[in-house]
C-alpha cells in the first residue's frame, strides 16, 4: 500500500551538464538584453504618446514589478527609489485609464513619464549585471508569486513581443 503517496518522478537530465550551467551562468549578451528590451521600450513609447493599448501598458508594469524583484534580490542594488517612482507612476496611468470602466489610453504629465524613462533605462543597465539564469529565476519567481496572490498571468507570443518591438 502507497498509503496516498505520490509515486516519485524521475527529474529530467541534461545531456550536458556543463553546458547547461555555463549557459545559465554567462551574462546576457546585448542581442539578448535588445530582445527583452525592444518590446519594452516600444511599449513606452506608445504610452508616452497616449496611445497605448492595455497590453501595452501592462507589459511596461510588468517590466517594472521584475526591475523591482531584481532589486530585491541583492543582486543590483540601489535602484529602489527610482523603481517604486515608476510604479506609482503606472498605478497613477492605470487608475485614469481604467476610470470609465474600460481602458482608455490617458495622457502622461512630465513627472511620470521621467520616473518611467528613467525605470526603463535603469532596467537595461540591471539587466547587464544578470546572467541567463538569475533572470531566468527572477522572472519565474515574480509570475509564481503573483498567480498565488490572486493575479492573472499572461504569456505573451513571440509574434505580439514582434508587434509591439515594431
Not at 503517496?5 to 545559465?24: D, E, Q, Y
Not at 535603469?122 to 529565476?137: C, I, V
Request: glycine share 4%; with cysteine.
Amino acid at each position: 500500500m502507497t498509503h496516498g503517496r505520490k509515486k516519485p518522478r524521475m527529474a529530467r537530465i541534461s545531456a550536458n551538464p556543463l553546458m547547461l550551467a555555463l549557459m545559465r551562468a554567462t551574462r546576457l549578451t546585448e542581442s539578448e538584453i535588445a530582445e527583452v528590451m525592444n518590446p519594452v521600450r516600444a511599449c513606452l513609447k506608445a504610452v508616452r504618446e497616449g496611445v497605448a493599448t492595455q497590453l501595452q501598458f501592462e507589459v511596461l508594469q510588468s517590466t517594472m514589478v521584475i526591475a523591482q524583484a531584481i532589486e530585491h534580490s541583492a543582486i543590483v542594488r540601489g535602484l529602489a527609489d527610482h523603481i517604486a517612482s515608476a510604479l506609482q507612476a503606472c498605478a497613477a496611468i492605470e487608475a485614469r485609464a481604467l476610470a470609465s470602466g474600460a481602458w482608455r489610453p490617458t495622457e502622461l504629465d512630465f513627472s511620470e513619464l521621467d520616473a518611467l524613462d528613467d525605470a526603463v533605462d535603469l532596467h537595461n543597465f540591471q539587466l547587464q549585471q544578470l546572467s541567463a539564469g538569475e533572470l531566468q529565476r527572477i522572472v519565474a519567481q515574480t509570475m509564481a508569486r503573483t498567480a498565488s496572490s490572486g493575479g492573472n498571468v499572461v504569456r505573451i507570443s513571440e509574434t505580439d513581443l514582434a508587434l509591439m518591438a515594431a
